[in-house]
């Protein structure tokens, strides 16, 4: 595994496409578990981890190594995912009301190969509010480490304890 | 009713581990990002060599206005060489002596040209010899400009 100067030191001597491949093998699954965790949608969140890593590919070569490589590029995720988020709402509420509601349920979970209890244990995680629901998804996703989810979310450790908590206490009624 | 021990979550983690701890971007993520930045590579590529081009036809441009501009001053120094520094203080000379036989012409005080120039032919011609003899260098250097450079 490449250090965040290891990174750095590919990216500076020109070498930028095996500094991002070292990224994108440290990175990826965060990267689209973090922009899943806004968007609710594979599909999305795919587009974004990619948007992402093609803007880090650009900004590299100015990696000064100043803050943790990837606070940066959770910074980005956050950042495009709440784009793509506001893109999505604009072009929903330009659009007929039937046609938008359609465009909400099929974002809101998209069916995948894992079967059809896990997607409804999303779709019931959907239902809760934006940060819990990320919470929960970043949880599950990321190994259950609270510390991984805060340096995702830039939240305090103790504020996604909370968040997770109420979340839970939530879903277990719901389930 | 609360009971005040926290909830028991088991079964409602094992849910959730199952619902999210598989999601993960498509296989063809990696080729299609590969793809991607080979693209903007690309395009990139032709954006710097662009930019490169259009720096280079400034500075070329740049170049060729300062050369101009220093060729056009060195060819005015070049201009005052002791020759013709030399036929222009003639020139000044014989003005300033022939102004007022000229002007005594030109009043009707004096009969003809002919007399003007004759009663000064010992300084008009001496004048007019210098100024040839100075401004010849200058008219050589004209018609042969690859001696001045």
Same mark, same amino acid.
């Given at each position: 595994?490449?250090t965040?100067d290891g ?5 500076r001597s020109?070498?930028r496409?095996?500094?991002?491949a070292?990224?994108v ?8 578990g973090?922009?899943y ?6 599909d999305?969140?795919e587009?974004?981890a ?6 880090l ?11 943790a490589l ?10 495009a995912?709440?784009s793509? #988020?506001?893109? &999505?709402?604009?072009?929903a509420?330009?659009s007929d009301?039937e046609v @938008?509601? *359609?465009v909400?349920s +099929?974002?809101?979970?998209?069916p ?6 896990a997607?409804a244990?999303?779709?019931l995680v959907?239902?809760?509010? #934006?940060?819990q &629901? ?7 996703m990321?190994?259950q @480490?609270? *510390?991984e989810v805060? +340096?995702?979310?830039?939240?305090p450790v ?6 997770l908590?109420r ?5 277990s009624?719901a389930? | 009713?609360?009971t005040?021990?926290p909830?028991d979550?088991?079964?409602l ?11 993960d971007?498509?296989p063809d993520?990696d080729?299609?990002?590969t793809a991607?930045?080979a693209r903007e590579s690309e ?5 710097r ?11 070329y ?9 220093r060729?056009e001053f060195r060819?005015l120094?070049?201009?005052?060489t002791?020759e013709?520094?030399?036929?222009a203080?003639?020139?000044a000379l014989?003005?300033?002596t022939l102004?007022?036989p000229f002007t005594?012409w030109?009043?009707?005080q ?6 003007v120039l004759r009663?000064?032919a010992?300084i ?5 010899l210098g100024?040839v003899?100075g401004l ?7 018609r042969?400009p690859?001696l001045?450079t």
């Amino acid at each position: 595994m490449l250090t965040d100067d290891g990174v750095m030191a590919l990216a500076r001597s020109g070498r930028r496409d095996e500094a991002l491949a070292a990224v994108v093998r440290q990175l990826r699954r965060k990267v689209f578990g973090l922009a899943y965790s806004y968007l609710g949608n594979r599909d999305a969140a795919e587009d974004v981890a990619q948007d992402v890593f093609i803007k880090l590919w650009r900004a590299l070569p100015d990696y000064d190594g100043r803050a943790a490589l990837s606070t940066w590029v959770y910074a980005i995720t956050r950042n495009a995912s709440l784009s793509a #988020l506001r893109a &999505r709402r604009s072009a929903a509420s330009l659009s007929d009301p039937e046609v @938008s509601a *359609e465009v909400d349920s +099929a974002s809101a979970v998209a069916p995948d190969e894992s079967g059809p209890e896990a997607e409804a244990v999303r779709r019931l995680v959907e239902q809760l509010p #934006l940060k819990q &629901r990320q919470v929960v998804t970043l949880f599950y996703m990321q190994e259950q @480490s609270h *510390e991984e989810v805060a +340096a995702m979310l830039a939240m305090p450790v103790g504020t996604v304890k909370t968040l997770l908590h109420r979340a839970r206490a939530r879903l277990s009624e719901a389930v | 009713m609360s009971t005040g021990m926290p909830p028991d979550f088991r079964v409602l983690d094992e849910r959730l581990t199952g619902a999210f701890a598989g999601l993960d971007v498509s296989p063809d993520f990696d080729a299609r990002l590969t793809a991607r930045v080979a693209r903007e590579s690309e395009r990139d590529f032709a954006q710097r060599l662009g930019q490169a081009r259009r720096l280079e036809q400034e500075r070329y441009r740049s170049a060729r206005r300062h050369r101009g501009w220093r060729l056009e001053f060195r060819a005015l120094l070049r201009v005052f060489t002791l020759e013709t520094v030399g036929a222009a203080v003639l020139v000044a000379l014989a003005a300033t002596t022939l102004s007022s036989p000229f002007t005594a012409w030109a009043d009707g005080q004096m009969p003809g040209l002919a007399d003007v120039l004759r009663q000064n032919a010992t300084i008009i011609w001496p004048s007019l010899l210098g100024i040839v003899l100075g401004l010849c260098p200058l008219l050589l250097r004209r018609r042969r400009p690859h001696l001045s450079t």
